[in-house]
């Protein structure tokens, strides 16, 4: 049975750009199963399922329904468990919530400030009143006052990425030899700047650039089968 994936986008559905989202699309992919994607705004997501979540991803198997993309990794591990693995194991379970906790806390306030106009401009009018409110309500500043900290952020953010910088010396992936879902939660952040900013926040010869290209082609193209922003 083919698996719904709801997820966000702007006018140009061709660029579902959740970050939450693009992991489970990734995980979904990993584990080799059959899902649609569906496209919804952000004034539309309590509509998915019944007003199931008040954010996405949300998916639907059969006759169950999930929202969160962590949860929703959980879950496909242990309904099939016959197919590749997310976690490698309760060591990679373990390392992937470190891996969210990082992503969440220093990776996310930053692409943040640096989207923020940008993600604004890809969306409805409808959707755009929503997205000022409830941005400077979680941002506790204007979308002007943001605006003055995009120079700063964009200057600062490879540093950010300096523990996985140094780590892919030693190896390919954030899981080890292959990917596992660590690396789609690191690639869902940068997946997102990817698709709605014209910040160009990696630089070619980085060890961080060939991992992200990596990620972009695996899975049958998936990651880039959305175009980047112009």
Same mark, same amino acid.
């Given at each position: 049975?083919?698996?719904?994936?709801?997820?966000?986008?702007?006018?140009?559905?061709?660029?579902?750009?959740?970050? #939450?989202?693009?992991?489970?699309?990734?995980?979904?992919? #990993?584990?080799?199963?059959?899902?649609?994607?569906?496209?919804?705004?952000?004034?539309?997501?309590?509509?998915?399922?019944?007003?199931?979540?008040?954010?996405?991803?949300?998916?639907?198997?059969?006759?169950?329904?999930?929202?969160?993309?962590?949860?929703?990794?959980?879950?496909?591990?242990?309904?099939?468990?016959?197919?590749?693995?997310?976690?490698?194991?309760?060591?990679?379970?373990?390392?992937?919530?470190?891996?969210?906790?990082?992503?969440?806390?220093?990776? #996310?306030?930053?692409?943040?400030?640096?989207?923020?106009?940008?993600?604004?401009?890809?969306?409805?009018?409808?959707?755009?009143?929503?997205?000022?409110?409830?941005?400077?309500?979680?941002?506790?500043?204007?979308?002007?006052?943001?605006?003055?900290?995009?120079?700063?952020?964009?200057?600062?953010?490879?540093?950010?990425?300096?523990?996985?910088?140094?780590?892919?010396?030693?190896?390919?992936?954030?899981?080890?030899?292959?990917?596992?879902?660590?690396?789609?939660?690191?690639?869902?952040?940068?997946?997102?700047? &990817?698709?709605?900013?014209?910040?160009?926040?990696?630089?070619?010869?980085?060890?961080?650039?060939?991992?992200?290209?990596?990620?972009?082609?695996? #899975?049958?193209?998936?990651? &880039?089968?959305?175009?980047?922003?112009?």
């Amino acid at each position: 049975m083919t698996i719904t994936l709801y997820e966000l986008a702007g006018t140009d559905i061709s660029r579902p750009f959740s970050p #939450h989202c693009w992991k489970t699309a990734m995980a979904l992919a #990993h584990k080799g199963l059959d899902f649609d994607r569906k496209t919804v705004s952000f004034t539309q997501v309590p509509n998915i399922e019944g007003g199931v979540s008040k954010t996405v991803p949300v998916i639907r198997d059969g006759s169950k329904v999930l929202a969160d993309s962590f949860l929703i990794a959980d879950y496909l591990e242990e309904t099939y468990p016959d197919r590749p693995s997310l976690f490698g194991g309760e060591g990679g379970l373990a390392m992937a919530r470190f891996v969210e906790s990082w992503s969440q806390s220093t990776l #996310h306030p930053a692409l943040n400030v640096i989207a923020l106009h940008e993600i604004h401009d890809r969306l409805a009018p409808e959707d755009q009143a929503y997205f000022v409110r409830s941005r400077e309500a979680r941002l506790g500043k204007t979308f002007a006052e943001v605006a003055a900290l995009r120079d700063a952020e964009i200057a600062g953010f490879s540093a950010k990425l300096t523990p996985l910088r140094v780590m892919l010396k030693s190896q390919p992936w954030i899981g080890g030899s292959s990917p596992l879902f660590s690396d789609y939660i690191v690639f869902g952040a940068l997946q997102w700047v &990817r698709l709605v900013s014209t910040a160009r926040l990696l630089e070619e010869g980085d060890a961080v650039t060939d991992w992200f290209e990596r990620c972009l082609d695996i #899975h049958g193209g998936l990651g &880039r089968s959305a175009p980047a922003a112009v």
